[in-house]
T-cell receptor
Framework: DAKTTQPNSMESNEEEPVHLPCNHS???????IHWYRQLPSQGPEYVIH???SNVNNRMASLAIAEDRKSSTLILHRATLRDAAVYYC??????????????FGQGTILTVHP | DVKVTQSSRYLVKRTGEKVFLECVQD?????MFWYRQDPGLGLRLIYF???????EKGDIPEGYSVSREKKERFSLILESASTNQTSMYLC??????????????FGQGTRLTVV
């Protein structure tokens, strides 16, 4: 599976935008980019995913570089509740993966009041 | 709302005991997964199941087995618990078939301590 690289930690202030980067230079043409986050003492939860085009949903936006070697998760206005570990994961579109997720170390996001 | 429910939030067992961790999902998902999460090692896949009575090994299956007798329930079994199996265990489910990019839903986790 292709690997992702994320910063170990990032900090933000409440109500400011946050840009969480992810590098995936060995991404294949059929790999989707998924983001999950894990709040303290909870299981991971889905945030967003995309293939080539930028994506928006109620939680966040995903900006994907034109060469797909990197992507950025954007939280438009961070809240204290967004403090979590954010995981960038590549998922093959087909094959027999059955949707398995391979988690890296993720980025610990701290949000200051 | 989709719910993935793990039977216990905290569990303490003795070395050598047989331990059952239960997971139930209410969305008729085909695929279910068991992960463990350890500091510095992240989440690692133990086993997964893509249908009733079907199972596949994940990355770290040693010391574990699983059971999926009904579609909604996926059990993780520690045949003889050891202290190195002290960990947070997370169950997940997602719909299957050709919809490989649907989201996975996770339970709250079971923190197992083996003494």
């Amino acid at each position: 599976d292709a690997k992702t690289t994320q910063p170990n930690s990032m900090e933000s202030n409440e109500e400011e935008p946050v840009h969480l980067p992810c590098n995936h230079s060995t991404i294949s043409g059929t790999d989707y980019i998924h983001w999950y986050r894990q709040l303290p003492s909870q299981g991971p939860e889905y945030v967003i995913h995309g293939l080539t085009s930028n994506v928006n949903n109620r939680m966040a936006s995903l900006a994907i570089a034109e060469d797909r070697k990197s992507s950025t998760l954007i939280l438009h206005r961070a809240t204290l509740r967004d403090a979590a570990v954010y995981y960038c994961i590549l998922k093959p579109a087909g094959g027999t993966s059955y949707g398995k997720l391979t988690f890296g170390q993720g980025t610990i996001l701290t949000v200051h009041p | 709302d989709v719910k993935v429910t793990q039977s216990s939030r905290y569990l303490v067992k003795r070395t050598g005991e047989k331990v059952f961790l239960e997971c139930v999902q209410d969305m008729d998902h085909e695929n279910m997964f068991w992960y463990r999460q350890d500091p510095g090692l992240g989440l690692r896949l133990i086993y997964f199941s893509y249908d009733v009575k079907m199972k596949e090994k994940g990355d770290i299956p040693e010391g574990y087995s699983v059971s999926r007798e009904k579609k909604e329930r996926f059990s993780l079994i520690l045949e003889s618990a050891s202290t190195n199996q002290t960990s947070m265990y997370l169950c997940a489910s997602r719909t299957g078939g050709h919809l490989l990019n649907t989201e996975a839903f996770f339970g709250q986790g079971t923190r197992l301590t083996v003494v």
